[in-house]
T-cell receptor, first 115, second 110 residues
C-alpha cells in the first residue's frame, strides 16, 4: 500500500513565524502535491512537483513556498505565517501519468492553527 | 461556472437503500475521474476511478461516466451508516493536476 506520511497531525504556530510542513511518500512516486482544505471551499492546490527540484504553482501559492530536494520528500513552507493560513493541509502523491489513470494518495493531513 | 460541481447535500438515505451521488465537470478534455470518501477530520481515501464511458463496479460501489453529458456519478448499494461521509469527485483534465469538487455530504440513517 502507498504510504504518505505528514510529520504532524496538529500544529499551533504564531503569526510571523516560518512554518515547515513535511511530507514523505514511500512508493517512489514522481508527483507530489500540497493542498489546503477549508469548509465550503474544498481542496485547493497550493503547489505541486513532478520531479526532484521541480515545482509548479497551483491555484493559491501566495504566502507559500516548497522544497523538493529528494524524490520522496516534499516540504511546504509558510514564509511568515498569518491567521488566514489556519487550515487543514493535505499532502498527496501519484505516479507519473504514463496513462491518466493514476489516482492521488493522501497523507493524514496537518491541522495548522496560526494564533 | 466551477470546474467540478457537486451538490453539497446533505443527502440522507435510509440504511439499505441506494445512494446516488452526482458530479459535473466543465473541461471536455478530461480523461479520468476519481471518487474519494472523506470522514470528518480525516483525509480523503480513494474509492474508485473511471476513465471509460459506462459503468464500473467494485463491490457495493458503481461509478458511472457519461463524457458527452460531462457527468460522473457514484452509486452506493445497500448503504450502511458507516458510509456516512463526504464524497469528493476529482477530475484530471491534463497531465498533472487534479480538480476537486467541494463534496457531497452523505448521511445514512439507521
Amino acid at each position: 500500500d502507498v504510504k504518505v506520511t505528514q510529520s504532524s497531525r496538529y500544529l499551533v504556530k504564531r503569526t510571523g513565524e516560518k512554518v515547515f510542513l513535511e511530507c514523505v511518500q514511500d512508493m517512489d512516486h514522481e508527483n507530489m502535491f500540497w493542498y489546503r482544505q477549508d469548509p465550503g471551499l474544498g481542496l485547493r492546490l497550493i503547489y505541486f512537483s513532478y520531479d526532484v527540484k521541480m515545482k509548479e504553482k497551483g491555484d493559491i501559492p501566495e504566502g507559500y513556498s516548497v522544497s523538493r530536494e529528494k524524490k520522496e520528500r516534499f516540504s511546504l513552507i509558510l514564509e511568515s505565517a498569518s491567521t488566514n493560513q489556519t487550515s487543514m493541509y493535505l499532502c498527496a502523491s501519484s505516479l507519473y501519468p504514463v496513462n491518466s489513470n493514476q489516482p492521488q494518495h493522501f497523507g493524514d493531513g496537518t491541522r495548522l492553527s496560526i494564533l | 461556472q466551477k470546474e467540478v460541481e457537486q451538490n453539497s447535500g446533505p443527502l440522507s438515505v435510509p440504511e439499505g437503500a441506494i445512494a446516488s451521488l452526482n458530479c459535473t465537470y466543465s473541461d471536455r478534455g478530461s480523461q479520468s475521474f476519481f471518487w474519494y470518501r472523506q470522514y470528518s477530520g480525516k483525509s480523503p481515501e480513494l474509492i474508485m476511478f473511471i476513465y471509460s464511458n459506462g459503468d464500473k463496479e467494485d463491490g457495493r460501489f458503481t461509478a458511472q461516466l457519461n463524457k458527452a453529458s460531462q457527468y460522473v456519478s457514484l452509486l452506493i448499494r445497500d448503504s450502511q451508516p458507516s458510509d456516512s461521509a463526504t464524497y469528493l469527485c476529482a477530475v484530471r483534465p491534463g497531465t498533472y493536476k487534479y480538480i476537486f469538487g467541494t463534496g457531497t455530504r452523505l448521511k445514512v440513517l439507521a
